[in-house]
């Protein structure tokens, strides 16, 4: 055993056993290991760790075989990098089924534990709710996909097959013949699996994790785990590859995203971030290029000619839109920091004010103090409006109003910046700003004043 971790202090932690010692025939022409298969900047062994980890687990026992010396220097640097506790097991025999991969972490693990596979994509929410269950003792719980005739993204010729009978699995398999469910992959074991797979080889000449589970639900030791509607993909080929990537993509979107953001800058930024991904581009780099960017429009506006005018504001709006692209590289390559998201905003003030002024100055040697009245209430609502945010977004979290919240914000101020300049009419689009910023203020106000229970709780 080799251990690719510092030494640090864990109390009782949950623990996690990754199966990752198979081949991967299907995506071998790669050139990869397939735990090392990269999806959008993470290897697929990094991403379940990160998610696991999310979830609440803090142990990792990774079951190596083919190419393992590859695979177990890779996870040392990783490990070394995110500070996360990994600990090596090997599987010189991993030609054989996967329940001997099981098996080799006999000695490790004596309680209960996580058990998932290292090419499953699966919803952090699944990990979390399976490892809070009470198991009785000698019981299995797994997760289960019973969507059988609505989930697309499974294959059904590799798929791994159950049967159920009430919160109980009574079958499992890829060829039997009546099934009511899919395996997911994930398991909340105890010590019971260990001797379940010996009992499936002795007897029945089944060394895989499928043939310890069927003994266990012979003996009503199985319990089922309803993953419901929550997203999980076995990657096994080159569509279920692109599959992962698209889910992901989709799931950038966020409920406090306005209208802007949703509709117009998020469908670029998830292409130009889909690229970033493959560099050592940090977050904080891309804030600060987009930083870099709203300095350069405001000093485009204060530029007399129109010429000026227009490229700014193509400038800003491009600046809106890389602005988006530092929060989904975070959330893709679980790089996400409180400093980072104080940063992102400190950057989005400074630059709201340079662009608001830069363009203020403009309108007003182009018109007169009526401009100016106009340019000094949008920067004050622009303000208030980013002041009022945190309250007002931690207040709809609250009130679980996740799908869509109605939200005018710094997205729709900078598009119409960008309008505003392109039309050359800086006196609408900064009276606009300052109409839509300040009643936003007012509705957010009042809407926390009544909810301030929730509010400020």
Request: glycine share 8%; net charge positive.
């Amino acid at each position: 055993m080799s251990v690719g971790y510092k030494s640090l202090s864990w109390v009782n932690p949950l623990k996690c056993l990754i199966i990752a010692a198979g081949k991967g025939t299907r995506l071998a022409r790669r050139g990869q290991p397939k735990p090392l298969m990269p999806l959008l900047g993470l290897s697929l062994i990094e991403r379940v760790i990160l998610t696991a980890k999310r979830a609440g687990l803090e142990a990792f026992y990774v079951v190596t075989g083919y190419r393992g010396e590859e695979v177990r220097g890779f996870l040392d640097e990783f490990s070394r990098i995110r500070g996360i506790k990994i600990t090596h097991i090997i599987n010189n025999e991993w030609e054989r089924g996967n329940g001997l991969s099981v098996l080799k972490a006999r000695e490790f693990l004596n309680e209960n534990f996580v058990l998932l596979m290292a090419d499953h994509i699966i919803d952090e929410d699944i990990i979390r709710d399976i490892s809070r269950l009470n198991l009785r003792s000698g019981e299995v719980a797994a997760g289960i996909d019973l969507r059988v005739d609505s989930n697309r993204l499974v294959d059904l010729k590799d798929v791994t097959k159950v049967f159920t009978r009430g919160n109980r699995l009574i079958d499992i398999g890829k060829e039997i013949e009546s099934y009511s469910g899919y395996d997911t992959g994930v398991f909340y074991c105890g010590p019971a699996i260990f001797d379940a797979i010996e009992k499936s080889i002795r007897e029945c000449g089944d060394d895989s994790l499928s043939g310890g589970i069927k003994i266990l639900a012979k003996e009503g030791r199985v319990r089922i785990f309803d993953i419901g509607e929550r997203f999980w993909i076995d990657i096994d080929n080159e569509i279920s590859l692109k599959r992962a990537e698209e889910h992901l993509l989709r799931g950038l979107k966020k409920p406090s995203d306005g209208p802007v953001s949703r509709h117009i800058n998020r469908p670029f930024s998830i292409r130009i971030s889909r690229y970033l991904l493959r560099s050592d581009i940090t977050p904080n780099q891309i804030s600060f290029f987009s930083f870099i960017l709203s300095l350069l429009a405001s000093a485009l506006f204060f530029m007399a000619d129109y010429l000026y005018l227009f490229l700014g504001s193509l400038c800003a709006q491009f600046a809106s839109i890389v602005d988006g692209c530092d929060g989904e590289v975070a959330r893709l390559k679980f790089s996400e920091s409180d400093f980072g998201r104080w940063f992102d905003a400190v950057l989005d003030r400074y630059a709201d004010a340079f662009m608001l002024f830069g363009l203020t100055y403009h309108s007003f040697i182009h018109g007169g103090i009526v401009n100016l009245i106009a340019g000094f209430l949008a920067i004050i609502g622009s303000f208030i409006n980013s002041y009022t945010a945190d309250k007002y977004d931690g207040l709809m979290k609250r009130l679980k109003r996740r799908e869509r919240t109605f939200r005018i914000g710094r997205d729709v101020r900078v598009f119409l910046i960008f309008l505003g300049g392109i039309a050359n009419q800086t006196l609408i689009a900064l009276s606009a700003i300052a109409i839509l910023m300040n009643v936003e203020n007012i509705r957010r106000v009042f809407l926390c004043y009544v909810r301030r229970d929730v509010a400020f709780s």
